[in-house]
């Protein structure tokens, strides 16, 4: 099974920390030359610092807040005048949770455009060098409510179906050209932001922390949580040659939890 990477450019979004960082790591573990994409320059060479170059790989980093596509679709230009992107993860913080009925319009435009808007500007920005090469790989991360929606998880639910319809989309359009479009969705993951949504459920129901991640363990079969790694090589995976005739599906890593097929 080929899984090499070696001569291939990746860009990963959202690199500096969680799922994004881990995905990075494991695809320069298979040689890919990679560029870190994160606001924070601190945590971004930390991150650079953990990049495999064994294989002669060239990392580098760019600091772009999503929250400002016209300075990110700016920058990552100039990247390309230097060399084309092969594999393109689409990774950002997900929207802040609350109940749908609750969520304003401000909250919703916000996450259409850092997610929804951010993934096509990348997306088309990156695709005529992945044509020129006859190799392609958009990998989104998003979210295992694209098959069930997560409760107090209003506007990132909605968001996330729009990323999947926009993702099925593009594999029709793209696939002739060697170009692949995937989605991995991530379930409960050892991350800041799984933390942060079980304190607050914790807060809400005015139970103990360890009692709230003890109750979202026993919803997934293999009751603990995924490590950032484990999503990261199903990432990997779909980046690499071995899975160039998987296009326009919906990954979950979820350990079992999701319940629909």
């Not at 990963?12 to 924070?40: K, Q």
């Not at 495999?52 to 999503?66: E, K, N, P």
């Not at 506007?155 to 170009?179: D, I, L, M, P, Q």
Request: net charge neutral; aromatic share 6%; proline share 5%.
């Amino acid at each position: 099974m080929n899984l090499s990477l070696l001569n291939k450019n990746a860009l990963v979004g959202g690199a500096s920390a969680g799922i994004g960082r881990a995905a990075a790591i494991e695809l320069a573990s298979l040689g890919a030359n990679v560029t870190l994409v994160a606001r924070t320059e601190k945590t971004l060479l930390e991150a650079l610092a953990e990049l495999d170059t064994t294989q002669g790989q060239q990392h580098r980093y760019m600091i772009a807040d999503f929250d400002d596509s016209q300075i990110l679709l700016a920058r990552v230009s100039e990247l390309l005048l230097q060399n084309p992107i092969h594999i393109l993860v689409n990774n950002t913080g997900g929207p802040p949770g609350g109940p749908i009925t609750a969520a304003s319009s401000e909250e919703f435009l916000r996450a259409y455009h850092n997610h929804l808007i951010c993934n096509q500007l990348l997306a088309q920005a990156v695709l005529p060098g992945m044509k020129t090469a006859g190799y392609g790989r958009i990998i989104n991360i998003i979210s295992t409510s694209v098959k069930e929606p997560i409760e107090n998880l209003g506007v990132s639910n909605t968001t996330r179906w729009a990323v999947a319809s926009w993702a099925k989309t593009w594999a029709n359009e793209v696939g002739r050209f060697g170009v692949t479009v995937n989605n991995v969705l991530p379930g409960y993951t050892a991350t800041g932001r799984l933390m942060e949504i079980i304190a607050k459920r914790a807060a809400g129901q005015h139970v103990g922390i360890p009692e709230m991640e003890k109750q979202f363990k026993e919803q997934v079969p293999a009751r603990r949580f995924a490590e950032p790694a484990e999503v990261a090589a199903a990432v990997a995976f779909l980046a690499s040659p071995a899975a160039a005739y998987i296009n326009g599906v919906n990954l979950p890593v979820d350990g079992g939890r999701t319940k629909s097929l």
